[in-house]
C-alpha cells in the first residue's frame, strides 16, 4: 500500500455520526456532560467509524520492534540483544503489556519491523536495525516510508480481521534516544529539554545521550518541514512503523489509542505528514519521560491517565480499555430521562 495514495483517503470525521452520539449522551439519565472526556471519547469513536452505534468488542495492540544503531554509543543501560528477547517474549504473552493486554482483552501483534537478528517475531523486517545516528543517517527516505508502509498495511490486515479499535506499543532497546531526537527537531527544543533516562540511565549516561542527540541533529540537520526526513534521519524502524499506523488508522476509519513517549513522537510525525491524522488518535497517559507532556501539547491531546508509566510497550494505551469499555456500556445500556420519565435536563 502506497503512503501517497492512502494520504488521499484520509477525511475529516463524520459531523452527523457525532451529532448522534451526542444526542444519545444527553438523552441518558445523568447530569449532562458529566462523564466528561469518556463521552467526549465515545463521541470521537463515532466521527472517525461515521456510526454512533460504536462498537469496540475486538481490539489490537501493534507492537513495532526494532534496534537502533545508536546503542552502540552507550545511551542505554541495556544493550540491543534484550530487544529481540522481549519481543519473542511477546509471542508467548510473557511482558508487562501482554498481562495487562489479557486482563483488557486486547490481542497482542508483535512485528519485527527491525530487529537486528532473526526472530519468531512475523517478519516486516526494513533491515537488522539502523544505523548509528551519530555518524550516519539511521536509514535512506526509501526505508523510512517502507517502515511507514509496513504499519499502514499492519492496520488494512487487522481491520479486514475485524478489528474495531487499535493501540500502539513498540520494543527497541535505544528507542527513547531516536524518540527525543525526532522530538527536539519537530517540537524545536534543545535535547537538553525532551531527553530522559529511559528504561534507566545514569546522570553520566543521560549527559552522553544527549550529546550524542545534539551531534546527530547537527550532522544531519534533519527538514523539520519533512517528517520523513525527520525519521530517515534520526528516527528508527519502530517509530516510522507506528506513524505508519496512525497514516493507516486514518485512511481505515479505525480509532488509534496512542501510547507513552515513543508512539506520540511517532504521532507527531504523522501528523507532520497528514494533519488530519489527529482526529483519529485517542491519548492514554502521560509518559513521565521528560518530554512526555510536551508532545502530548504539540498534539492538542490531554491524557485519560497520569500514572507516572513510562514503560513503553503499549501498556498506557492498554490500560485506557477497561475506561473506554465502563464508558460504551453506559452509552449503549443507561436508561434514558424518557425511560425513567423525569424531564431532561437542559443544557446550559
Ligand atoms: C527489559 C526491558 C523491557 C522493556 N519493555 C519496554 N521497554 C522500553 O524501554 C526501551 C526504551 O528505553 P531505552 O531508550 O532506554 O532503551 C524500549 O524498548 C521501550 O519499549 C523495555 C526496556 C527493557 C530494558
Ligand atoms: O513513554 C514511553 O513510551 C517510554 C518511556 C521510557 C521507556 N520506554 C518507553
Known amino acids: 500500500?502506497?503512503?501517497?495514495?492512502?494520504?488521499?483517503?484520509?477525511?475529516?470525521?463524520?459531523?452527523?455520526?457525532?451529532?448522534?452520539?451526542?444526542?444519545?449522551?444527553?438523552?441518558?439519565?445523568?447530569?449532562?456532560?458529566?462523564?466528561?472526556?469518556?463521552?467526549?471519547?465515545?463521541?470521537?469513536?463515532?466521527?472517525?467509524?461515521?456510526?454512533?452505534?460504536?462498537?469496540?468488542?475486538?481490539?489490537?495492540?501493534?507492537?513495532?520492534?526494532?534496534?537502533?544503531?545508536?546503542?552502540?554509543?552507550?545511551?542505554?543501560?541495556?544493550?540491543?540483544?534484550?530487544?529481540?528477547?522481549?519481543?519473542?517474549?511477546?509471542?508467548?504473552?510473557?511482558?508487562?503489556?501482554?498481562?495487562?493486554?489479557?486482563?483488557?482483552?486486547?490481542?497482542?501483534?508483535?512485528?519485527?519491523?527491525?530487529?537486528?537478528?532473526?526472530?519468531?517475531?512475523?517478519?516486516?523486517?526494513?533491515a537488522y536495525g539502523t544505523k548509528n545516528i551519530r555518524y550516519e543517517p539511521a536509514m535512506t527516505r526509501e526505508q523510512a516510508v517502507q517502515a511507514i508502509e509496513v504499519g499502514i498495511e499492519t492496520v488494512f490486515e487487522l481491520k479486514e480481521k475485524g478489528y474495531h479499535i487499535l493501540a500502539t506499543g513498540e520494543m527497541g532497546i535505544g528507542n527513547t534516544t531516536t524518540s527525543s531526537a525526532v522530538s527536539s527537531v519537530l517540537l524545536e527544543l534543545s535535547p537538553e529539554v525532551v531527553t530522559g533516562k529511559g528504561a534507566g540511565l545514569s546522570d553520566t549516561g543521560l549527559e552522553k545521550k544527549r550529546k550524542v542527540i545534539a551531534e546527530a541533529i547537527e550532522l544531519h540537520k534533519p527538514d523539520k518541514n519533512d517528517p520523513i526526513d525527520v525519521l530517515a534521519k534520526v528516527g528508527g524502524f519502530d517509530i516510522a512503523g507506528l506513524a505508519g499506523v496512525y497514516l493507516g488508522a486514518a485512511a481505515a476509519k479505525i480509532p488509534v489509542v496512542m501510547d507513552g513517549f515513543i508512539s506520540a513522537a511517532a504521532a507527531l510525525a504523522a501528523v507532520g505528514i497528514e494533519p488530519e491524522v489527529i482526529h483519529y488518535i485517542i491519548p492514554s497517559h502521560v509518559s513521565k519521560e521528560s518530554g512526555g507532556k510536551r508532545l502530548l501539547d504539540a498534539l492538542g491531546k490531554e491524557p485519560f491517565l497520569t500514572c507516572d508509566m513510562c514503560l513503553g510497550e503499549g501498556t498506557g494505551a492498554v490500560a485506557?480499555?477497561?475506561?473506554?469499555?465502563?464508558?460504551?456500556?453506559?452509552?449503549?445500556?443507561?436508561?434514558?430521562?424518557?425511560?425513567?420519565?423525569?424531564?431532561?435536563?437542559?443544557?446550559?
Open 320 to 348: 485506557l480499555f477497561p475506561l473506554l469499555d465502563m464508558a460504551l456500556e453506559v452509552y449503549l445500556k443507561m436508561s434514558t430521562f424518557e425511560e425513567i420519565e423525569i424531564e431532561a435536563y437542559q443544557p446550559l
Open 1 to 126: 500500500m502506497k503512503l501517497n495514495e492512502i494520504i488521499k483517503k484520509i477525511e475529516p470525521l463524520d459531523e452527523l455520526a457525532k451529532q448522534n452520539c451526542r444526542k444519545r449522551w444527553d438523552s441518558i439519565a445523568k447530569p449532562l456532560y458529566s462523564l466528561g472526556k469518556l463521552e467526549e471519547v465515545i463521541v470521537q469513536i463515532s466521527g472517525i467509524t461515521k456510526s454512533h452505534k460504536v462498537k469496540l468488542d475486538k481490539r489490537a495492540l501493534v507492537i513495532m520492534c526494532a534496534d537502533n544503531g545508536v546503542v552502540e554509543e552507550g545511551v542505554t543501560q541495556v544493550g540491543s540483544e534484550i530487544t529481540a528477547i522481549v519481543s519473542e517474549n511477546f509471542m508467548d504473552m510473557n511482558s508487562c503489556v501482554c498481562v495487562m493486554a489479557q486482563q483488557a482483552a486486547v490481542d497482542v501483534y508483535p512485528i519485527d519491523i527491525g530487529i537486528m537478528r532473526d526472530t519468531k517475531v512475523p517478519n516486516r523486517k526494513v
